[in-house]
């Protein structure tokens, strides 16, 4: 089993920046990527950015791309999503999610966090 426990959601105008944090521990041998998604009320899941965790290669999803920018910490076994010029639109909870594969879909992983709401006011 894989723990993750996202932090650093909250409230921020327009245009401001936040960064979300996630601490993973447990059996995280069999880890190998490590993503963000995100849902809005009323839709589906959506995928935000992926890396993997040997190798650093990145994956943002074009929506995010230039402003949000996703990185780790191994020493801390710690995953981070810095967004800059946040939009309304980008209002959601975000979750953290661990599996074996670089996916852009929500079955590609295996375990998952709760979840950290950020709002991005107007």
């Known amino acids: 089993q894989v723990q993750l426990v996202e932090s650093g959601g909250g409230l921020v105008q327009a245009g401001g920046s936040l960064t979300l944090s996630c601490a993973a521990s447990g059996r995280l041998l069999s880890t190998r990527v490590m993503g963000w998604f995100r849902q809005a009320p009323g839709k589906e899941r959506e995928f935000v950015a992926a890396?993997?965790?040997?190798?650093?290669?990145?994956y943002h999803a074009d929506s995010v791309k230039g402003r949000f920018a996703i990185s780790k910490d191994n020493a801390k076994n710690t995953l981070y999503l810095q967004m800059n010029s946040l939009k309304p639109e980008d209002t959601g909870v975000y979750y953290c999610?661990?599996?074996?594969?670089?996916?852009?879909?929500?079955?590609?992983?295996?375990?998952w966090g709760q979840g950290t709401q950020v709002t991005v006011s107007s």
């Open positions: 890396l993997t965790w040997a190798a650093d290669i990145t």
């Open positions: 999610a661990a599996g074996r594969i670089l996916a852009v879909t929500t079955g590609g992983y295996d375990f």
